[in-house]
């Protein structure tokens, strides 16, 4: 089974509002990453948190890890309908993917 | 930031032929690199974890035979499909793990590799 496991699996929105994905993972870790995948194109690296971090931010994102919950979200504020793409996470234990959350912005 | 290139991009081919695919790590040393493929619309899934100088460990249903993966080096790894079939049409996307900032793994993901077998 995979070792992130993305919720909600779809998620639409208009453009400005703010989108939040979370994910899930079994084991302990060292990191977590996620990553955005626009449609029939290649995996882009978003943000990378350290397990020792509880929050970080990069532009328009917000990344949080709990890992005694063994959980993180990403937000996207004042979301574009060019963040509409599907995101993943995946931890530095298991490289396997969840079904990634689909973000549908409108615009 | 580290990259991580993939040859070629685009590949069509016969069925019955096999393709080779290769994946680079530019400016780092990969110690390990993982093969992925997604079909349309799907997740990525991972079909082996290559350690250069040994051999791949590949995942539950992934045929070895099929999908030969060699790791010569430590920027290089190449997935060679063999007797390619319609059905192994996908999006294969590799990537490369090294040493990040601050002494902890991070992965790098190849730009993916469209096979089409007609």
């Known amino acids: 089974s995979q070792q992130g496991e993305e919720d909600p699996q779809a998620l639409s929105i208009q453009e400005g509002e703010n989108a939040t994905m979370n994910c899930s993972y079994k084991?302990?870790?060292?990191?977590l990453q996620w990553y955005r995948q626009n449609s029939g194109r290649g995996l882009v690296h978003l943000i990378l948190?350290?397990?020792?971090?509880r929050e970080k931010h990069s532009g328009r994102l917000r990344v949080t890890l709990d890992t005694s919950k063994k959980s993180s979200s990403l937000l996207i504020t004042a979301s574009r309908a060019a963040d509409t793409a599907s995101y993943f996470c995946?931890?530095?234990?298991?490289?396997?993917f969840g079904a990634g959350t689909r973000l549908t912005v409108k615009p | 930031g580290a990259v991580v290139s993939q040859h070629p991009s685009r590949v069509i081919c016969k069925s019955g032929t096999s393709v080779k695919i290769e994946c680079r790590s530019l400016?780092?040393?990969?110690?390990?690199m993982f093969w992925y493929r997604q079909f349309p619309k799907q997740s990525l899934m991972l079909m082996a974890t290559?350690?250069?100088?040994?051999?791949?460990?590949?995942e539950q249903g992934v045929e070895k035979d099929k999908f030969l993966i060699n790791h010569a080096s430590l920027t290089l790894s190449t997935l060679t499909v063999t007797s390619a079939h319609p059905e192994d049409s996908s999006f294969y996307i590799c990537?490369?793990?090294?040493?990040?900032?601050?002494?902890?793994?991070?992965?790098?993901f190849g730009p993916g590799t469209r096979l089409t077998v007609t």
């Open positions: 990537s490369a793990v090294g040493l990040g900032g601050t002494n902890s793994y991070e992965q790098y």
């Open positions: 084991t302990s870790i060292n990191n």
């Open positions: 948190i350290r397990s020792n971090e």
């Open positions: 995946a931890t530095d234990y298991d490289m396997r």
């Open positions: 400016d780092f040393q990969a110690t390990t």
């Open positions: 290559s350690n250069e100088g040994s051999k791949a460990t590949y």
